[in-house]
């Protein structure tokens, strides 16, 4: 149904919503469904399989005069708003319960300037068709750990990944935002442009309105040496100990996250893994990376020169689509004994054998970047811990909620109180916010006063005006 609206589900409207409704399909280039349309039921789910929200309209927009028309029509019904830009968000705030969802599944092109080393990318693309575009010019630009994550909601709220180190993270990459606004108007927003607003997107999430298309920095990378080494959780203690000490001084190019982890091939051996990503030159790469496949005795070492778009799928067979998935994280300065000694505790009560706990070392780029100089205000080295349960059966969820929860408090004396506002889920508001952008928050405050001062964009990390 592109452009158009069924007369069966049209007539489930008021009189005022039809008559608005007609005139949004009559203009409407992508596909608007509604509650009974083939496609809605596919449309309306996420990632996340615990989310199950029905849209009174999903609006598949295809450009952005149909993100326009699409914002300018809830507003007119005083309808809620999300928007969905890849769908992985663990809250689920890519859909709303009786409000209009504005999808942007459709909106994937990817244009890369190779001379300028830029790439313009709509804001339903994924890391993966990112990554493919970027890499046939010998490109690439931090993006996520896993390639099925969505573009626009990762680089919204920061954006960690492998390239980080030497990179820095995706918002540090990003050199302009077509928005629109709260207002239908459409921006270009840059740092010349608009400054408050260029500064708030990097890093405040979808508060200041949707993001339409994104202009990326690219920097030059055909391969990397990465990929994985696993240990008996029995050195669990001496490899997150080892994992410590090389985080201490790692050159830039090298990226190296550890896991308590399971086996990802049904078994469900629990292990102690490394994964690492080195995107230097090729001899540097082998000489740096060299002790971390000498350490101990591991299981596994799968490490190899592979494509940097193969390096962002590594992992991606751990998190498919629509499992049930509860977060928890939090920053950590430093690793001591006893966090270490926390953290295997925990994991050994773990009860599902999808679950890991990980520990993302933030170093390099990152932290050369000023704590205000975007919205984004994590850049102190240290590691980011994210516990991201994983389960399949709908009755086990009482019992992950419960186990992650408890890990989390077990873990927060070590903690750093700061939060990355991408992991937060959909139980944690306005405290958990402020940690997320902790000097920020006033500037955010005020750059939403100013672009939204009725927090139509609201169905997100919200920065209340
Ligand atoms: C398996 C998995 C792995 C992950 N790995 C990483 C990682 O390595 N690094 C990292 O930094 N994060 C990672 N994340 C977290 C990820 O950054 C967030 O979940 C992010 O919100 C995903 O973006 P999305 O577009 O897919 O999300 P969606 O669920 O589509 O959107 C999330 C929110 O972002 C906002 N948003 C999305 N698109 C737009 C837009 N176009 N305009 C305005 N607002 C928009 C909206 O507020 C929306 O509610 C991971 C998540 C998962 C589930």
């Known amino acids: 149904m592109t452009g158009k609206c069924e007369g069966s589900t049209m007539a489930t409207l008021t009189p005022l919503d039809a008559d608005t409704l007609t005139s949004l399909a009559a203009v409407f280039s992508g596909v608007l469904l509604r509650p009974g349309d083939p496609g809605y039921e596919e449309a309306r789910r996420v990632h996340n399989g615990l989310i199950d929200k029905r849209p009174a309209l999903i609006a598949r927009c295809r450009g952005t005069a149909d993100v326009v028309d699409a914002v300018n029509f809830a507003r007119t019904n005083g309808l809620e708003i999300s928007v969905r830009g890849g769908g992985h968000n663990v809250a689920g705030r890519a859909v709303t319960d009786g409000g209009v969802m504005i999808d942007l599944a459709l909106m994937k092109g990817i244009v890369v300037d190779p001379v300028a080393r830029t790439v313009r990318v709509q804001g339903g693309a994924t890391w993966r068709e990112f990554n493919r575009e970027t ?97 008996p959780i029995a050195a669990a203690r001496d490899v997150l100990r080892f994992f410590r000490d090389v985080t201490a001084s790692l050159p830039d190019e090298l990226t190296v996250f550890a896991a308590l982890t399971h086996a990802p091939d049904g078994s469900g051996v629990p292990l102690a893994a490394l994964a690492l990503c080195h995107c230097g030159p090729d001899d540097q790469a082998t000489r740096e990376v060299r002790p971390l496949l000498e350490f101990g005795a591991p299981v596994l070492v799968n490490v190899g020169t592979i494509p940097y778009p193969v390096m962002n799928t590594i992992l991606d067979a751990t998190y498919p689509f629509g499992v049930l998935s509860y977060w928890k994280s939090s920053f950590l300065e430093t690793l001591s004994d006893d966090a270490i000694d926390t953290l295997i505790a925990c994991f050994h009560t773990c009860p599902s054998s999808m679950t890991g706990m990980i520990l993302e070392h933030v170093h390099g780029a990152v932290t050369s970047v000023g704590v205000a100089d975007t919205a984004v205000p994590h850049r102190q080295p240290g590691y980011n811990l994210v516990i991201p349960s994983v389960w399949t059966d709908p009755a086990a969820t009482s019992d992950n909620v419960t186990w992650t929860r408890a890990t989390y408090r077990a873990l927060e004396p070590y903690f750093a109180h700061r939060r990355y506002v991408n992991y937060l889920d959909a139980d944690e508001g306005g405290e958990a916010v402020h940690s997320a952008y902790g000097p920020n928050y006033a500037r955010l405050v005020e750059t939403k006063r100013k672009y939204d001062p009725g927090n139509l964009f609201r169905l997100n990390q919200n920065i209340a005006p």
Do not use: Y
């Not at 030497?166 to 540090?172: P, Q, Y």
């Not at 990003?174 to 260029?198: G, H, K």
């Not at 055909?222 to 990929?227: F, K």
């Open 135 to 231: 890499a046939v010019q010998g490109l690439a630009t931090t993006g996520g750990v896993v390639s099925t994550t969505g573009v626009a909601g990762l680089t919204l709220g920061g954006g960690l990944g492998w390239l980080m180190g030497k990179d820095g993270l995706a918002v540090d990459n990003l050199l302009s935002v077509e928005l629109v606004t709260a207002a239908c108007d459409v921006l270009n927003v840059t740092a010349d442009t608009n400054p408050d607003l260029f500064w708030a997107l990097r890093g405040g999430g979808g508060n200041f309105g949707v993001a339409s298309s994104f202009v990326f920095r690219l920097h030059p990378l055909r391969h990397v040496v990465g990929g994985i080494v696993a240990h």
